[in-house]
Every structure is written in C-alpha cells, then in structure tokens.
C-alpha cells in the first residue's frame, strides 16, 4: 500500500469496567483462595479461585460467596491450618480468569484490560520516559530489568500466567527473551517500519533461523504477551494484527508486506507502508492492560502518527522444549544483585527465575543454559575458516 494510502484498519476497542476485582496475598506473595471444602488455602496461581470482591464492609468469595470480615484495625486474615494469616488486598482482574482463557481459546487473543496496579504502571512509564514521565531521560546506567522491580512483577502477573499456562497446556513454561521495553517514537514518514509476521518461534514473515517449518495445530509454541504501558490506539501506533490469522496456521500474504521485505533498506520509499486496510484489526486498550494473543497470529507494529512517544512491554512466551531466543541468564544474573530483587516477594521471585532460567537436565539435576565466551569464540574462527563447506 502506498505511503499515502488512509489507515482503515478495524478498531476493536477495549474498554475499562466498572468492575475490578482483588486478590488477597499472603506476605510470602500466595494467593488466598477457598477450596471445594469452603477451607481457605495459599496457592501460586491466580484461578478463578483466587478471585474476591471488595467494598468498604467486606470481602467476598466470588464463586463461593464466602465473607471475610476485617479485624478492628482494618486487616483481613485468614485460618489455615490453625495458623492466622494476614492477607493484603491487591490489585486483580477485571474479568474472572476463565473468562479471559474461554476467549483465548476461542479467538486466539484476549486483553485483561488494566489488570496492573497504578504504582506498577507508574513505575513501567518512569523506566520507559513516556506518559507521566515523557520529558524524563532515559536511564542508561543499568538495565530496566534492574531499575525497578516493576518490570519482573509485570513479567510475572499472575491471572495473565494462568491463561498463558492453560493455553499452552502445560505449567513448564519459559519466557524466551529478557522482557523488553518497545517504545514508538513519531513516524517521520521514512523509517523502516515492521512487516507483517508471526512472532517467535514460528517466525513466519521473518527471515530467521530455526522458524518452525509446519503448522503445530494444537501444540502451542508459543503465546506472546504485550504490556500496554501507554494507551494503545490507533493513531498512537498500537499493534496491528490480522485477528483470528492463528487458525490458518501459515504466514501472512506477502502482498501484505511482510517484515522479512520491510526490512530491506529503501522499501518503504519504493513499495509504501504495509498493509493498513480494512481486513486488518488494531486493538485500542487503556495503559496497564495485557494483549495475549497466539504467536502465529499475523501481526505487525504499529504506526505512531501522533507526537508523543508510545511504550509497550513485550515478552514472548514458550513451553520449556522450545530454545530460547535469545539469552536470559546473565541478565537474571544481575537481576539476582540488584535492589529490584529484593523488592519482590517471595512468589514473584520464585515465577521470575522459574520463566526466565532454561536448563538442561544432567546428572544429579538441573543445570541452567548460559552462554559460554571460549566456545562462542571458537565456533565464531571456525566458521570463517570453513565458509564454503
Ligand atoms: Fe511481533
């Protein structure tokens, strides 16, 4: 399409609710939930199990209507095992866990709209210097994984974990890169943009390595996740995607501009942007919000035609037989050694090394995949000695 040609894109617009629901948490970072015996219980995950509704009087049960009352200064504990627990009431979904996992399964995406608390996003817009912190200067001085220990909290949300995990049909789940910070400046009218494609590890559209070469069907590689850090919209350059393109399980149209031809230098001036018709989808979603959505599903990033800068925190999502794309362990290494750590509690570190540690199982147990200098150098001589073979 040419570079002049109108955006007319489908917009389908999520909007916030008046509903919000909370999660009780334990100070070790377990979710409170109740079982089919009515006994209160901690657990990892956040199911519809784990899901209370809160007003000034009370807590409330979601599915099992329990009540529980506040102690005369305010706090809530509950009895488990004879033991009182203090639990904290915390931000939660908007929507039950299932409801969102019904529409992934269904539709191939899903968006738990504003589903982080305001101190989280806040501290995800100061790090990415857009929205409240638009004028502040990016932080050079270490990684934004160790600048606040928002970025792994958010890698870790718990009702967004739930249905990654359900949806991929297994609880061994990685993530395969360092989470990142995508942040879109204001198009000038001539940079390279994004081509159509389908995400790691299918790949299709890219020129990569290692893309998986046929359908999977009902094995899903891979689910990505997309943290709205600003509000996502159509003129502000939120993603754009063929909705529902998972299902024909093969790679976007190359008439549509896929990204493998975008990249070329000189593309967009000879062959115009890709493909912003009516047969594509953008999804409009406030900041704080996930886009979940199947990896094969056809998509491309956005473009900004407003004046301010836009920000998004993606991670793609795997089972724990899939390579990793890129490297995770030094930058968990130094995750490990800084105040961020500490500022998780027990759960969210547990989860975090959990995605972002692949291993190999050896004798005696695990050992963790790192990057090995000696190796990588020799494989670096050995190539340009053997180039032609
Ligand atoms: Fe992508």
């Not at 879109?184 to 890219?206: F, M």
């Not at 070329?264 to 406030?286: F, K, M, S």
Request: net charge negative; proline share 6%; with cysteine.
């Amino acid at each position: 399409m040419s570079n002049s040609d109108p955006f007319q894109e489908r917009v389908v617009r999520v909007l916030p609710s008046d509903v919000h629901y909370s999660l009780l948490v334990a100070p070790d970072g377990r979710f409170l939930g109740i079982d089919q015996s009515r006994r209160f219980n901690l657990d990892n995950e956040a199911d519809d199990s784990r899901i209370w509704s809160v007003d000034e009087a009370h807590v409330q049960h979601v599915t099992r209507g329990v009540i529980l009352k506040a102690t005369s200064n305010g706090d809530f504990t509950a009895d488990i095992d004879g033991k009182s627990v203090p639990c904290r009431v915390e931000h939660g979904p908007e929507r039950m866990p299932s409801e969102y996992l019904a529409e992934m399964k269904s539709q191939g995406w899903t968006c738990l709209t504003r589903i982080l608390s305001d101190a989280t996003l806040e501290a995800l817009e100061r790090i990415a210097c857009t929205d409240r912190y638009q004028d502040r200067e990016y932080d050079n001085s270490m990684p934004p994984l160790c600048q606040d220990p928002a970025v792994a909290r958010t890698a870790v949300e718990p009702v967004s974990m739930w249905v990654v995990r359900q949806y991929m049909q297994t609880a061994d789940v990685r993530i395969a890169h360092v989470p990142g910070f995508a942040v879109l400046t204001p198009d000038d009218g001539k940079r390279v943009v994004q081509g159509w494609h389908s995400d790691y590890p299918y790949h299709w559209g890219i020129n990569a390595q290692g893309k998986v070469p046929t359908s999977s069907g009902e094995t899903v590689m891979g689910v990505q996740r997309n943290v709205c850090i600003s509000d996502f919209t159509a003129r502000g350059g939120a993603t754009a995607f063929k909705l529902g393109s998972h299902a024909r399980q093969e790679p976007p149209p190359k008439e549509w501009g896929i990204a493998a031809d975008h990249y070329q230098p000189g593309y967009r001036a000879e062959h115009g942007l890709p493909y912003h018709g009516p047969d594509a989808d953008i999804i409009e979603a406030p900041g704080g919000s996930i886009i979940l959505y199947d990896s094969r599903t056809w998509h491309r990033a956005g473009i900004n035609r407003t004046t301010r800068k836009r920000a998004a925190l993606l991670q793609a999502m795997v089972p724990m037989y899939i390579m990793p794309k890129n490297d995770t362990s030094r930058a968990y290494k130094s995750f490990l050694n800084s105040p961020a750590y500490s500022g998780l509690n027990r759960r969210e570190q547990t989860e975090f090394r959990k995605l972002m540690v692949h291993y190999h199982i050896g004798p005696g147990g695990q050992y963790a995949i790192t990057t090995d200098r000696e190796l990588t150098d020799h494989i670096r001589v050995d190539e340009a000695a053997t180039q032609g073979y």
